[in-house]
């Protein structure tokens, strides 16, 4: 049994922390709503990320930019609500934050005050230090997020592999470094090589959470619609898809459609 299974009834950020020192490895899902976090936690997943992905997955946009802070908390209650076990983190959305320290205190105290999670996250190292300082001071744990962070999609131009370059490399690292100082509990790598995300996560004490980073990192995070295959035109190398529910659900309702046109549904039994 793993040690967050024994030891913990809930996941704390120490469980993370204990689950680095004993080399395991620690599971991240994206949840937005009440009964998939209610699945997600029930399957005994560790970390659960309020991520603001529900800007693309649950309405539709392009990118994760537009949705708001109350949108997210919105999301965050609904997942609360469904969740006994894992630790909850919810994203700072963009321009929540970015503006400074004392608006992203702000931000962060709203999202803990009424969704009731447990954590933030927020993306980029040096640039949001005194806003993550401010964030921490206040009590709140911070996870940071490096590498491919989307809320900067405009400034990349592209969805592709970051920190190729010596130059990124060499500022990932440092930024990993200075969040580690400023008191984050845990990043997420997004999208950088392997090689690097082994190096980063072997140098830090708190543990490196990898999408698209390979598996010498402390653990993995995908965007739970992805990996039960709900999204159809996402096909990046570094998804694992575990069901393909796009085709299921289609099969599903087009069957129901046909029994509804044909009076096959509902049956005898099927009514009172
Ligand atoms: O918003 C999100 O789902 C995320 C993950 C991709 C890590 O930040």
Redo the contacts with the bound molecule.
């Keep these: 049994m793993s040690v967050a299974q024994k030891d913990y009834k809930k996941v704390t950020v120490k469980t993370l922390s204990d689950m680095k020192a004993h080399g395991e490895k620690i599971s991240m899902l ?1 949840a937005y709503d009440y009964t998939m976090a209610t699945i997600v936690d029930g399957a005994g997943i560790d970390v659960i ?1 309020v ?4 800007s693309n997955v649950m309405a539709g946009y392009q990118t ?1 930019l537009p949705i708001t802070l109350d949108q997210m908390i919105y999301h965050a209650s609904s997942v609360v609500r469904g969740v006994n076990r894992a630790l909850i983190v919810v ?1 700072l959305p963009f321009g929540s934050y970015q503006s400074d320290p004392k608006e992203a205190l702000r931000s962060a105290i709203r999202i803990m005050k009424e969704s009731g999670a447990h954590s933030i ?1 927020v993306e980029g190292g040096k640039e949001i230090k005194e806003s993550i300082k401010r964030i921490l001071n206040a009590g709140i744990p911070v996870m940071g ?1 490096l590498g491919l962070t ?1 809320q900067s999609i405009y400034k990349f131009g592209t969805f592709s592999v970051r920190a190729k370059e010596e130059e990124e490399a060499e500022k990932l690292k440092a930024d990993a470094l200075l969040l580690q100082k400023a008191g984050c509990f845990a990043i ?1 790598l ?1 999208k950088v090589p392997a090689k690097l995300a082994k190096e980063v996560a072997e140098s830090l004490d708190i543990p490196v959470i990898g ?1 698209g980073a390979g598996n010498g990192v402390d653990g993995q ?1 995908l ?1 739970l619609h992805d990996m039960i295959g709900m999204t159809k035109e996402f096909h990046p190398r570094f998804l694992r898809r575990y069901l393909n529910l796009y085709e299921d659900m289609t099969t599903a309702i087009s069957q129901y459609v046909d029994d509804v046109k044909s009076v096959d549904f509902p049956s005898d039994k099927e009514q009172y």
Excluded: C, N, Q, Y
């Excluded at 991520?51 to 529900?54: N, P, Q, R």
């Design positions: 994206t990320l991520g603001d992905s529900a994760t994203d996250k997020h989307p997420v997004e999408i995070v965007v």
